[in-house]
T-cell receptor, first 113, second 112 residues
Framework: SQQGEEDPQALSIQEGENATMNCSYK?????LQWYRQNSGRGLVHLIL?????REKHSGRLRVTLDTSKKSSSLLITASRAADTASYFC?????????????FGQGTTLQVKP | EAQVTQNPRYLITVTGKKLTVTCSQN?????MSWYRQDPGLGLRQIYY???????DKGDVPEGYKVSRKEKRNFPLILESPSPNQTSLYFC???????????FGPGTRLLVL
């Protein structure tokens, strides 16, 4: 399957620490996207990294992509209690004018004040 | 404000009673999708649409119907809901098939 798989499934850290989440996938992709979901609410897009990119930054977020290992990581630096949420990677692959975006099962992050 | 809206947000119904969950986006996006989210199973795509009158099945289409008569609207129809369709449903849209998705706030459905 194309599905991204996040690791770890759950992560608990103290405020101020860094949080790292990993995503592995199985086949070639066009891009990989990370989303955040606060409990029971809609997903919010964080970062999109294309297959020809290796690293992207957005504020306290850093995403890397290693297409040779078919893996990506999301690093949140100097975490805050408000970062408590579930984080999902989504792998995107396209053929012609059609495309699919497949989500993994997510990493639940708890940041303790 | 650019957004995806869904209605209703919460719905309790009984087995077999047809229902429709509406989805609307104001961003002129071509692509729209429906997902369901269940504990331990993550987000699974039900149906998607690449443009008006163009729809296709996702990974879990059984028991659902969709239509795309207008670009902004993509309703999800459950002709005869069953308890296994109890779930949290999300509508999403994106401008092109390679771009990021914007999600609606979700519809929590309970089928008794």
């Amino acid at each position: 399957s194309q599905q991204g798989e996040e690791d770890p499934q759950a992560l608990s850290i103290q405020e101020g620490e860094n949080a790292t989440m990993n995503c592995s996938y199985k086949t070639s992709i066009n891009n990989l996207q990370w989303y955040r979901q606060n409990s029971g609410r809609g997903l919010v897009h964080l970062i999109l990294i294309r297959s020809n990119e290796r690293e992207k930054h957005s504020g306290r977020l850093r995403v890397t992509l290693d297409t040779s290992k078919k893996s990506s990581s999301l690093l949140i630096t100097a975490s805050r209690a408000a970062d408590t949420a579930s984080y999902f990677c989504a792998t995107a692959f396209f053929s012609g004018n059609t495309g699919k975006l497949i989500f993994g099962q997510g990493t639940t992050l708890q940041v303790k004040p | 404000e650019a957004q995806v809206t869904q209605n209703p947000r919460y719905l309790i119904t009984v087995t077999g009673k047809k229902l429709t969950v509406t989805c609307s986006q104001n961003m002129n996006h071509e692509y729209m999708s429906w997902y369901r989210q269940d504990p331990g199973l993550g987000l699974r795509q039900i149906y998607y649409s690449m443009n008006v009158e163009v729809t296709d099945k996702g990974d879990v289409p059984e028991g659902y119907k969709v239509s795309r008569k207008e670009k902004r609207n993509f309703p999800l129809i459950l002709e005869s809901p069953s308890p296994n369709q109890t779930s949290l449903y999300f509508c999403a849209s994106r401008v092109g098939h390679q771009e990021t998705q914007y999600f609606g706030p979700g519809t929590r459905l309970l089928v008794l």
